[in-house]
């Protein structure tokens, strides 16, 4: 049985988008961090892609990593690019991101289908309103948050308007001399 675990950079105010669109989703905050904390950041990310079995994305969030990803190499990139990718989506037919099938239909039945499917662990990068929907049908088993030492006062939240969860802290760690990585067990999936 798979498990979905969403993984976000946001910051200190909860904001998991970049509100006027330049850097992608994380935004200007998101590339102002320094040189060691973006190595310290790219090396706890590769060691969750080593554990990772499949990635779930949203449409934008496809587009985004296929445009930048597809085109890069070496060791993380081969590893994300080889993993199997599934995006949520009723407007397109294939993919952008190498190695995606298009899951179209009720968001629900597709993503407890595919929990079923795969044995492991399921990644759920950015995809704010996937999350949304992810997290108001008791689908997601962790929250796995970089936090970043800023506020920008804007933007998308990935937790605004979602269905009530009881969440239990279960893992904390200084990434670099920046971040903080937060994990937390989302217990209302637990039977």
Request: glycine share 12%; no cysteine.
């Amino acid at each position: 049985m798979g498990t979905i675990l969403v993984n976000t950079n946001m910051t200190l105010d909860g904001v998991v988008e970049n509100p006027t669109g330049e850097d992608g989703p994380g935004g200007g905050w998101f590339s102002a961090m320094s040189a060691a904390d973006q190595e310290a950041w790219a090396k706890f990310e590769f060691e969750e892609a080593l554990d990772t079995e499949a990635l779930l994305l949203g449409r934008n969030t496809d587009a985004w990593f296929g445009t930048r990803w597809n085109v890069r190499e070496g060791e993380w990139a081969d590893r994300l690019n080889g993993l199997p990718k599934y995006v949520v989506s009723s407007t397109i037919t294939e993919t952008v991101w190498a190695n995606g099938t298009v899951l179209h239909g009720d968001v629900a039945e597709n993503v407890a289908r595919l929990k079923g499917e795969v044995d492991g662990k399921i990644v759920v990068f950015g995809s704010r309103t996937l999350v949304q929907t992810l997290l108001e049908h008791q689908l997601v088993d962790e929250l796995r948050l970089f936090v970043f030492g800023a506020m920008v006062g804007r933007g998308g939240r990935m937790l605004e308007g979602g269905a009530p969860a009881s969440l239990r802290l279960t893992r904390t760690e200084r990434i670099g001399d920046g971040l903080l990585f937060v994990a937390y067990d989302v217990a209302n999936n637990r039977a």
